[in-house]
Structures are given as structure tokens and as C-alpha cells.
């Protein structure tokens, strides 16, 4: 009892002495890797035989200090967010759903070919519902059959939900050149959504409602997964499958909720996007925002709060990047450079924190 | 005690030499503990040095420095009188350490020569018939017999752990550290351990050894060392420890490792004077081929206050029988029935729900989540459940709350119920692991090596409350390899061999013979 308690002070006032290089640590450790990154991708542009300062302020003037620009910025963050989610949910609980792409494209692609046909038959409120909804369904529909075959098979998700995603961007591809194609265009393309007839604009700016949808997504994945039992039972499930099984769990059942939830969720990005800010699908398109949102929410270490922050910042990146594109000829995928270069860096910054902290140590 | 009845009377004494690795006021802290602290041990050439100590006392972490696991924060490891730092493994091997962990670190799909192979430079073609050649050399050299062609996968625990000290002695270790290294084992292979000890001594190496059980410290070991709290309590020497009798050095290693003089063997058996009650538990003609082990036609019924002993050698198929009974592994056929309804068909989660305990002897593999917290864990088999959960959302008091109380009853040595539980000591996981499955309403419990990695102390105070679960009423199945144990607890004894009940014997004064002949029948087959 006394040791205990001894114990348990000692920890107290380490942790209370501990806490201002803590915070040092987190706040190097979280801006010195992106500070390292930005500086080698300059290094990049600059053998590319661009001016880096320029295109950084570029880039920053056009994403985050330019209304239009950081209302464009906050836009795109709706989709991402939700796929952010929707990758935070089958990570955590240790299921690879790499097919975001496909689920997201399917959706999107749907969405696009009902949603203008119902136009004028039922009100603007439950045509996006109705909308959101189809996304969502379609989305969980595509992220079934790897879902069956992993519960009961055990078979590889990184493999089945890859090759889905392929199939589904393909399919996707198919119906809009064929099955849902827009007879008044000869664009190959579905029919456009009205901007009247989209989701809701925040106040008196252009940003989108669908950020909402994204960030109240991520903050509830964030407190399910952390507070709630259901959380409790995919995060024990995603640690050790074999503790699950000991304590009990339905490990089937609980894999496909967890794709059933992930999928649904990166069809209700591709729902969110086309309903607030594309309005249709043209053919041959893939922003395959369910691959580049992987290493962020890695770089988060799958918090929701953190994954909000990584992707304000890569949103931001690739607004301006698309502008920098227009107007200096830097390639618009540089951003992914950029991302590339950051895990890099963040990788190196935990490896020699720990030689520090061990060095420190001795 | 199995294992001292068996070992040869003569020990030879090897002549103690100079310290081959001394460690010199060394000290080492983890967030909330201290984990060593200003220990000063050498060890010699020539000497088996035993660390003794109760769970969390700070042996694995001392050997961990050594072994290059860990950095010491204060303090200083001299190799042969010169000051070293220890960074890696693989520099504490060149160094001379070689470590056998508990857990084997042998690749099983590989065969016995490619594991040796494996520590060699990736750009060069393994001289294969090299290997298998100085494997067969240094086998005889020490008496053991290793087929080098085996698959490890084939080998028993105790042939893998030959093999591990094998490897190490090949890669020129000087210093041999064995970590638990009885603890999974056959009272027979723990023997032949003990004695491969004294033929590695008689040689010239430094062997230092880490066990729970008195009895064996004394057998094998010249010099002891006791732990208590990360201190350094005492140190009897050679010529003490040969001086004076078993029971004298048992008395004197108790007082020093847990600073009392209790009494610390508690051998007597239990008179069983315990009512019983209806039946509980009845199995029928259970099958079962889905596991390692094919288990064949056990049948067996335990009633309300009962403990039925399961005796045999590990890996005859009683992890497989206890997983087929708690739902984790499907039956083939017969039946099992709890309370007098059928169950076999029933879930994990649904045979829990109807009262039967599963307590696994595989803490860090099912039993825990070692990154969770040790709260956590607590908690894994009742998630979702009031008052921890309302509506489905987190009540973090209560489980404080619950978990302070599971630490205090359980002396469960944590810096505190946040802390990962991997990160505790095995033995304090072991507590983890009893408090969660001993607290709460049950009919029937099925007990798998539930004493495996605890202290004396620990081991009696759990025995207790195993008897006491009886007690109160419930059907307790009990799986051990240690016989004494289940002499000291059980009403009835099982033999199982092979997958197959043996037999069951009434545990009375001729208990222990009569389960050697039903052990020793199954060879004829
Ligand atoms: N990696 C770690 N991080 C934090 N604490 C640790 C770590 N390893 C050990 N400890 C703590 O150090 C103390 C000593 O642990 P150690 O594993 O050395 O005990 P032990 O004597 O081997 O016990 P056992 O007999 O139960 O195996 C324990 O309180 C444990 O919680
Ligand atoms: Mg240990």
C-alpha cells in the first residue's frame, strides 16, 4: 500500500516536471518534420528551375489568403474529412480498406446520374438526403463482398478492396459513358446538378456545407472510436483478433460493421462532393482522394482532431497548387510531393527523437 | 519439488573464477518506478548465479541490460573488469551475452541449421554443412543430442530451448542468461536444463539464471541473488548456500525476497471437506480435431464445489480441450453440458454469458492487449457492460475506480492503472489477467496454468482463491502441469496423454502414484 502510493506520487511529479519539454517535444516534433519538408520540396522546385519562395507564397496567397481561395480550401476539406473517417475507422480497428477510390467514385457517379432526375418531383431538402443517403448505400453496397470474404474467408482485405477499386472506378467509368450520360452534352458526362439545387452554402460565403458533414463525421468517428463501447469492441479487435475472440466478440460480425461503416462513409464523400461542389460526373475522372488521404491520417496517428488540421493543410496545398499550376507551370500533383517528402521527414524526426530519448537516458 | 526429486544428489562444485560481467551500482527508472535500483552483482566464470525475486522485483530488466535491451540510467557493466556500454543485442552478443528469452525467438518454419545461419551476412551463402557440422560438434561436446535437419517447428519447448543455448554457445557467449527459462517446462525437461547448466559451468561459462522456483535455485544454481523492490536484498554465496540445509536456504531466500520469515512452501494438503453439489459441468464423448492436438472421446462431469485436476505433460492436447469447452474451437462431436443444457453449440460470448470462465494460460497472446491500458484490460470481457458503459458511452471513473480496486486487492505492482500493460512485469501481467477472471459471478471456471510466472507469494494467495471460487460454489476444472499443485487443490485427478482422458483418480494418499501409472500406461500404446 505505501509502496504504491509512493509509486504513484513519484509518477505525479515526473509528469508535472515532464510537462513544458513535453510540450516542446509535441510542438518540434509536429512542426519541424512539415518545416523540413516544405525546405526539401523547395530543394525539389528549385532543381525543377522554379523559384520555391515564390511558388510557397503563391500557393498560400491563393489557398488560405485569398477569400475565394481558402472558400475553395474549406470546401474540398468536406470529401476529404470524410474519407478521413472513413480510413480512421477501419484502421483502427485494424481492417485495410484501400478501396476508398472505388466506393467514393461508385457513389459519386450514382448520385450524379439520380439525384437531377428527381429534380422536380420531390423538394431540394429531401433530393440531397435522399442524395447523401444513395451515396452512403452505394459506397457500403461496393465494400460488401471484400467485407464477406474477410469475416468468413479471411481473406486479404488489402488485396480484395485494391481490386475492387479498380473494378469500381472502371464500372464507374462505363456507367458515365454509357448508362448515365447526358443526352443535351457531347461531352461524355452525367447531367449537371443546378447550383440552385445543391447542397447549402455556409452564411454569405462559397464554402460548402458539406465541411460540416465532413467535420462533424470525423469528430464523431473520433469519440466513437475513444469513448463508446462499440469503439471499444473494433479497437480490441483491430489490436489482438485473437484477445477478441478469447473475450468473446463476434469477430465476423464486427468486421463487416467496420466495412459496412468505413465504405459507407467514403460513398457519402463521393455523395458530398458531387452535391456540393461538382454537380455532375464527367468521364475518365478520379481524384483518387482515398489513397492520398492514407499517409495523413497516418500522420495523425489516426486522431480525428489531428486529421482535421493534416487536412486543412493538404487542402489548402492543392487549391493553391492548382492555381500555381495555371499560372507558374508547376505540376498540380507537386502537393503530392509534398505529402511524400513529409512522412519522410516525420519518420526521421520519431527515430531520432527516440535515439535522443535514449541517449538522454544514459 | 517434482523436479529436486529427480536431480542428481552430487552437483559438481566448479572452482569460482573471476567476474566475467559485473554490474556496478547500476540503476534504472521507468515512467512511475524504479525498476533497479544501485544494484551491484558480478557475475563469475564457472558459477550458476540464480535472481531471485517476487514479480516486478527487476530481474528481467537487470538482464535486460545485459542483453541489450535496455540502457542503464546510472551505474555502470564491466565485460571482464573493463567498463562497456551495451547498446544492442547484437553488441551484447559480441560482447559474450547470450540470451535464451522465455519466449523462443526461433524462426519455426526455418530448419535447426537455418536459424544459425540466419545471424550471418546477408551477402554470403550460408556454409550449411559447416553449420549442421559445429552444431553436431558442440551437441556432444555438452551432451545433448540436436538433429540439425529438424524442423524447429517439430521440436518440443524444451528441445527449442536446447537449441537456443546451442545458438548462443556457438556464437562464442560466455555469459548464458536464462530468463523463466523452467517455466513451460516438463518437470523432465527442467532437469535435463539444470543439469546442461552444470556441464556449461564445469566449462568455464557464466550462467545466470532467473526462476520462481525455490527449489531448483538451490539444485542448480552457486550463487543467489535476491531482488526485492529493484534493490539488491542479500547475496549467499557458495559456500553458504552448500553449508547449510534445502529448508534452512529456502527459509533465508523467503525472508530476503519478500522481508518477511513466512513460512514459504504451503504443501499441505487440503482436506477435502468441502460439500458438493449438484453437477455442473458434463462432457461426453468430446471430439475435437480442429486444434493442434486432436482430442479424442473425454468425458467427465464436475459438480457445484468441486475442483477436477487436469495432470500431463504439456501439449497433450489440454489447451486444445480447454478451448473447445470455452467456445474457441469448434467441437467435432459429444456434447457439453452446463447446468444441464446443452452448450456446444453455443458461442464464446453465449457460454460466457451462461456463466462458464475460460481463464487462458496465453496472457500476452489472447489473455491481454498489452498497448491497452492496465484499466483496460480489466475490462475486455465485459465491454459494453454496467456501470463502465451507460448507453454505450465510457464511463472512465467507474473503471478507475474498479481498476484501483483490482490493483490494491491483487497487489498488482503497476506506476498505475493508465500505464500499458504490456510494460508491466510477467508476473504482475499473470495478476492482470486473475483479477479480471476471478472477480464477478460464474458457474463453472476452467483454470489453465493459473499460477505459471507468479512468485511464492503470489502463487499461494492464488491457489487461495481458487479454492475459495470452489467454495462459493463453483465447478472448477484446473489444468496444471505442476502436480503439486493440483494434489494441494483438486478433489479428483485426470491424466490426459495424447488428446485422451487417461483416466481419473480421487485425490488421496496414493494419488500420486497412481497418476505416474496412469501417465506411464500410455506408453504402451
Ligand atoms: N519497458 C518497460 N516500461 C515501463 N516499465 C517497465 C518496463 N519493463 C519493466 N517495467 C517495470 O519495471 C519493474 C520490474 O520489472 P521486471 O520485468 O524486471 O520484473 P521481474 O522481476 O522480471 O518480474 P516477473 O517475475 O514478474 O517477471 C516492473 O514494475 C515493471 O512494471
Ligand atoms: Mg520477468
Known sequence: ?362 | MQALDQAPAALAATPSGAPVVALRGVTKRFPGVVANDDVTIEIRSGEVHVLLGENGAGKSTLVGMLSGLQQPDEGRIEIDGKVCVVASPKQALAMGMGTVFQHSMLVPSLTVTDNFALGGPWWKRPDRAGIAAGIRDTARRLGLRVDPQALVSSLSLGERQQVEILRALMRGSRCLILDEATAMLTPHEAVALGELMRRLVAQGIAVIFITHKLNEAIAYGDRISVLRLGRKVGEIDPDALRGASESENIERIIALMFGTSEKGESVRRVQVSRRLGDVVLTVEGLCCDAGRVPVRDISFSVRSGEILGIAGIDGNGQKELAEVLAGQLPRGSGSILLMGSEMGGASVGERRNRGLRYVTDDRLGEGTVGTFPVATNFLLKDIGADPFWRGGIERPQEIRLQAERHVRDFDIRTPGTQTPVGKLSGGNIQKVLLARELTGAAEAVIFAKPTYGLDVNNIRTTRKRIREAADSGKAVVLISTDLDELLELADRIAVMDRGRLRGIVGNDDDARDAIGRLMSAGDDE
Do not use: C
Request: positive net charge.
Open chain 1, 1 to 362: 500500500m505505501t509502496d504504491e502510493q509512493v509509486v504513484s506520487a513519484t509518477a505525479q511529479s515526473a509528469a508535472r516536471t515532464d510537462t513544458f519539454p513535453r510540450l516542446l517535444r509535441v510542438v518540434s516534433l509536429g512542426v519541424g518534420p512539415l518545416v523540413a519538408a516544405l525546405v526539401l520540396g523547395g530543394l525539389v522546385l528549385l532543381l525543377m528551375g522554379f523559384n520555391p519562395l515564390s511558388y510557397y507564397a503563391y500557393v498560400v496567397q491563393r489557398a488560405i489568403f485569398s477569400p475565394s481561395g481558402l472558400e475553395a480550401t474549406l470546401t474540398r476539406m468536406g470529401p476529404l474529412l470524410l474519407i478521413a473517417a472513413s480510413l480512421i475507422v477501419a484502421f483502427r480497428a485494424g481492417i485495410w480498406n484501400l478501396g476508398g477510390d472505388g466506393q467514393y467514385l461508385l457513389a459519386a457517379v450514382f448520385v450524379a446520374a439520380i439525384v437531377p432526375l428527381m429534380l422536380g418531383i420531390l423538394p431540394v431538402w429531401t433530393n440531397l438526403l435522399l442524395g447523401l443517403f444513395i451515396g452512403a448505400a452505394v459506397g457500403a453496397i461496393w465494400g460488401l463482398l471484400p467485407a464477406i470474404l474477410k469475416a468468413w474467408q479471411g481473406l486479404n482485405e488489402i488485396i480484395t478492396t485494391l481490386m475492387m477499386s479498380f473494378l469500381g472506378v472502371s464500372l464507374a467509368n462505363v456507367l458515365v459513358k454509357l448508362a448515365f450520360l447526358d443526352p443535351a452534352t457531347t461531352t461524355p458526362q452525367t447531367r449537371t446538378l443546378p447550383v440552385e439545387a445543391r447542397l447549402p452554402r455556409l452564411f454569405d460565403t462559397s464554402v460548402s456545407s458539406g465541411l460540416i458533414i465532413g467535420l462533424v463525421a470525423v469528430i464523431a468517428v473520433h469519440l466513437i472510436m475513444t469513448r463508446t463501447s462499440f469503439g471499444m469492441r473494433l479497437r480490441l479487435v483491430g489490436a489482438n483478433p485473437r484477445a477478441a475472440i478469447h473475450a468473446g466478440l463476434s469477430v465476423p460480425t464486427l468486421t463487416i460493421a467496420v466495412f459496412a461503416i468505413s465504405a459507407a462513409l467514403a460513398g457519402l464523400s463521393g455523395a458530398v462532393d458531387i452535391l456540393g461542389t461538382h454537380g455532375n460526373v464527367r468521364a475518365d475522372w478520379n481524384p483518387a482522394y482515398s489513397l492520398t488521404v492514407v499517409p495523413l491520417v497516418f500522420l495523425a496517428r489516426l486522431n480525428g482532431f489531428g486529421s482535421i488540421a493534416y487536412v486543412f493543410l493538404f487542402s489548402a496545398l492543392t487549391i493553391g497548387g492548382e492555381s500555381a499550376a495555371r499560372r507558374i507551370g508547376v505540376p498540380s500533383f507537386f502537393s503530392l510531393v509534398i505529402v511524400a517528402i513529409l512522412l519522410i521527414t516525420l519518420g526521421l524526426a520519431e527515430y531520432l527523437d527516440k535515439r535522443h530519448q535514449e541517449r538522454a537516458r544514459r
